[in-house]
C-alpha cells in the first residue's frame, strides 16, 4: 500500500515567516504615528522642528499638563462619551427587535425588506449630508445631541442587522419551542432567552458602534454651532487651528485624545473577536 508523503516542513517555514514580515510591517504603520505623536508632545517647537524623530531632551511636560487642565478638553470627552453611549443603546436595541422579527419570523416579503436594509451598507454618509441638515433644521435638532445620536444610529442598523440576524437564526428552534411550551410569548423568548444568549454577538455590534460614533467628525461638525457640544475630533481641529504653530502642544492633544478610545478598543477587543466568530460560526 503506498502512502504518501508527509508534508513538508520546509514550505511552512517560509510562508510561517512571510507571516510574520507582514505583521511587522502592519504594526510598525499603527505604531510609529503613536510613538511619534506620544514623544512629540513632550518637545517643544525647537526640539520638533530640528530633532523630530529622536527623543525629547529635556522632557517638556507642560504640553500634555495644559491639555489635562482644559476644562474643554472633559467636556469635550464627556459629550464624546455621552453621544457614544446613547447611540449605541438605540442602534443596539432597535437592531435587536428588527434582527429578531427578521430571524424568527416567516412573513410575505421578509427577505425584500431584509435586502433594503443590506442596500444601506452601499449608501456612502457623505451624500446624505445636506439633506440630512435640511431635515435636522426644519426638526429643530441642530445643536441638540440628538440630531447626532438618531442619524448615526440610523446609519449603523444595516449592519448591527446584518450580524445579529446571523447569530439569532444560528440559535437551535427547539430552544424556542420548549420555551413555546413552558408558556414563553415571542417578546418574552426574545428577552429572556435570546439576548442572554446573544450576548457575544451584542457585544461586538457596541464596540462597533461605540467606535464609530466616537471617530464621526462630519455629523457632529454639521450639527454643533454652539462649542460646549463639541465633541473630540472637533476639539483636535479647534486645538490644531488654535495652535497651528506649537505642533507639540498639537500631537500632546490628539494623543491624550486617542488614549480613551484605544483603551477601550483594548478592553472590548477580545469580545469584538469573540463576537465575530461566533457570528460566523453560527451563520
Request: proline share 7%; net charge positive.
Amino acid at each position: 500500500m503506498n502512502r504518501r508523503p508527509a508534508p513538508s516542513r520546509a514550505g511552512a517555514r517560509p510562508r510561517s515567516l512571510g507571516l510574520h514580515v507582514i505583521a511587522v510591517t502592519v504594526g510598525a504603520f499603527v505604531i510609529v504615528p503613536i510613538a511619534f505623536g506620544l514623544l512629540g508632545g513632550f518637545k517643544d517647537a525647537v526640539q520638533l522642528s530640528t530633532d523630530p524623530v529622536g527623543l525629547p531632551s529635556p522632557w517638556v511636560f507642560s504640553n500634555y499638563a495644559d491639555v489635562l487642565a482644559a476644562p474643554s478638553f472633559w467636556r469635550q470627552l464627556g459629550n464624546s462619551v455621552l453621544i457614544a453611549l446613547a447611540t449605541t443603546l438605540v442602534v443596539v436595541g432597535v437592531s435587536a427587535l428588527a434582527a429578531f422579527v427578521f430571524a424568527r419570523f416567516a412573513f410575505r416579503g421578509r427577505e425584500l425588506f431584509f435586502t433594503i436594509f443590506t442596500v444601506g451598507l452601499m449608501f456612502p454618509f457623505a451624500v446624505a449630508i445636506l439633506p440630512l441638515f435640511v431635515l435636522l433644521r426644519a426638526a429643530g435638532l441642530l445643536d441638540n445631541p440628538l440630531g447626532v445620536v438618531l442619524p448615526q444610529a440610523a446609519f449603523g442598523l444595516p449592519m448591527t442587522i446584518i450580524i445579529l440576524r446571523g447569530f439569532f437564526r444560528g440559535i437551535p428552534g427547539e430552544i424556542e419551542e420548549a420555551a413555546t411550551l413552558d408558556g414563553c410569548g415571542a417578546f418574552g423568548f426574545f428577552w429572556k432567552i435570546l439576548l442572554p444568549m446573544a450576548r457575544p454577538a451584542l457585544a461586538t455590534v457596541s464596540v462597533l458602534a461605540v467606535v464609530g460614533s466616537w471617530n464621526n467628525f462630519m455629523l457632529p461638525l454639521v450639527v454643533f454651532n454652539d462649542p460646549s457640544w463639541w465633541t473630540l475630533p472637533l476639539g483636535v481641529q479647534q486645538f490644531q487651528g488654535q495652535y497651528a504653530t506649537e505642533w507639540a502642544r498639537v500631537l500632546a492633544y490628539v494623543t491624550v485624545a486617542m488614549v480613551p478610545a484605544l483603551a477601550f478598543y483594548a478592553l472590548a477587543e477580545r469580545r469584538l473577536v469573540s463576537g465575530l466568530t461566533a457570528g460566523a460560526m453560527k451563520g
